[in-house]
């Protein structure tokens, strides 16, 4: 015979876990999101956040979060390539530029309260290396181990002297974490932070809402409360700045949307500066037919950047003549030297001895992906198809995948010979631009397979000597060598357009692309 209050008793509990169960499944999926903040400055995109850990995200909208709720070692100046002390205040290289010493800002601490320490630091680093998340090759490709000096001293032991090692402890995966936050096994979604900004407030793909970190060591936001609202597509986000539900609209309008915007200088601003962003060719150089660099020439001849340019991006981007970005030391307008703009002519010479002509001509599959870098991408691929078929000699049929079949099995297995991408850097120097496309022990990674040993020779060069000055003239070799071989080739380099309302203040681009929402503020 059953008990009464036994039964009773054992009812209560399962009702209390079903609710607790609940309550928890309510409170990190559905749960009403709290009062808005008074008066906070909203960002609208529709860049979406991937996964909040520094050992797993490699995007850069992700990245945009990080460098707002997060701090390097070092960080740069607003406005500039130049860095500066963040979490650390000093550091020293050895004689032979193969250890790192930095000494810590004391009394630091995260958003959950764990101190910042050597030990913390260290942690960090080893986790980046022990996961081996998709941006952990910035970390294991150059530092072997990470020592513990004391409390407030750590160094770091390089694999090979490299003199841009301090703009990768600037970069995200380099980014201290707490340890009481992160688990050291597997990746995870956390808020913790030791930045300007706090999360208190993330439901994904719908608002993210930041309050000024009141432990933060530095100079405090301008504005206290800053929210980021996502947006399916541009449509929404152009109605959503119209309407005044959001104060800026950041990256992913489409061009005709700021033009539109630029003829209301009453209602909104738009600031527009060069990026770091290119977009390009690649042609895989070690299987036919682009094995035979007069093909790879011949394609760098034919293309037509200006009309792409102009006619699909309405001037919003710029044409690019080198994998390095205008406005990057070292920047040189190789492939304009070498080739010329849309030169037919000169791309039929090299088809001609390549043996194709009218009658028997190259024949192609150019591939693009059609979503991953926005709604333009057939666009451009058509204009590319169209540049190369002028010269008679070329025949292109157009074949596309989506982002996810493009980059993880088509790229890596070679599937495509020649097809478009685009590039965001990773951290601000020539190098992130030219090794991992030209060096034979990288370029595989991403389709080029191109392999040199004098290309390999200069990028080994440039890695290693210690100032602008010396390493300017190799990397204007190694630009020189690149447009005469072809293994890639340059389209064009975006621009940063950000547009806000009349009233709002404080919006710094610069060529690092770090939107520091810290600095913006409302004048009304």
Not at 192 to 210: M, Q
Request: aromatic share 14%; net charge negative.
């Amino acid at each position: 015979m059953s008990n009464p209050i036994r039964k009773a008793y054992v009812i209560a509990i399962i009702i209390i876990i079903l609710i607790a169960a609940g309550g928890y499944y309510w409170y990190t999926t559905t749960r009403k999101p709290p009062a808005p903040p008074p008066k906070p400055i909203i960002l609208g995109t529709t860049d979406k956040i991937t996964i909040l850990d520094p050992a797993k995200a490699y995007d850069f909208f992700t990245w945009e979060i990080f460098q707002n709720i997060g701090e390097g070692l070092l960080k740069y100046k607003p406005g500039t390539t130049e860095l500066e002390p963040g979490l650390a205040e000093s550091y020293t290289v050895s004689e032979d530029g193969l250890t790192y010493t930095f000494k810590l800002r004391k009394g630091l601490k995260f958003t959950d309260g764990t101190p910042l320490t050597a030990d913390v630091v260290k942690w960090s680093i080893d986790r980046q290396m022990h996961l081996q998340g998709d941006p952990s090759w910035l970390v294991t490709a150059f530092v072997d181990s990470v020592e513990v000096i004391d409390d407030y001293t750590v160094a770091f032991h390089l694999k090979k002297a490299v003199s841009y090692f301090p703009a990768l402890v600037a970069t995200v995966p380099y980014f201290p974490i707490s340890p009481e936050a992160w688990p050291w096994d597997e990746f995870k979604d956390a808020t913790v932070g030791i930045g300007p900004y706090k999360i208190t407030y993330w439901e994904r793909d719908v608002e993210l809402r930041l309050e000024a970190n009141p432990d933060y060591y530095g100079t405090p936001p301008k504005s206290k409360y800053f929210v980021v609202k996502f947006y399916k597509d541009s449509s929404s986000l152009r109605l959503a700045l119209e309407a005044g539900e959001i104060d800026i609209a950041w990256r992913t309008l489409l061009p005709t949307d700021i033009e539109d915007f630029k003829k209301m200088p009453d209602k909104y601003n738009v600031i527009e500066v060069p990026g770091p962003y290119i977009r390009y060719i690649v042609m895989r150089c070690n299987q036919p037919p682009f094995d035979n660099v007069l093909l790879r020439k011949a394609i760098a001849a034919a293309v037509d950047r200006e009309r792409i340019c102009r006619d699909v991006f309405l001037g919003t981007v710029e044409p690019l003549y080198s994998m390095i970005p205008k406005g990057m030391w070292s920047h040189i307008d190789a492939f304009l030297d070498e080739y010329g703009e849309h030169n037919i002519e000169l791309a039929r010479q090299y088809l001609m001895q390549a043996g194709y002509n009218e009658t028997h001509k190259f024949e192609i599959e150019l591939w693009y992906t059609p979503t991953h870098y926005g709604p333009t991408e057939a666009d451009v691929a058509a204009l590319v198809k169209e540049a190369l078929e002028e010269t008679g000699m070329i025949s292109v049929e157009l074949k596309s995948a989506e982002w996810a079949t493009y980059a993880a099995e088509y790229i890596a297995q070679g599937v495509m010979p020649i097809f478009l991408l685009g590039w965001y850097p990773d951290y601000i120097d020539p190098d992130d631009y030219t090794t991992c496309f030209l060096h034979s022990e990288y370029s595989p990674d991403l389709g080029v397979f191109y392999s040199n040993p004098r290309m390999d020779e200069l990028l080994e060069e440039a890695m290693v000597k210690k100032t602008i000055e010396e390493r300017t003239p190799i990397y204007e070799e190694i630009q020189r060598l690149m447009a005469e071989e072809a293994p890639v080739v340059p389209l064009f380099q975006g621009k940063l357009v950000v547009v806000t309302r009349i009233g709002i203040e404080g919006v710094v681009l610069d060529p690092t692309m770090i939107f520091r929402y810290y600095l913006v503020y409302s004048v009304e």
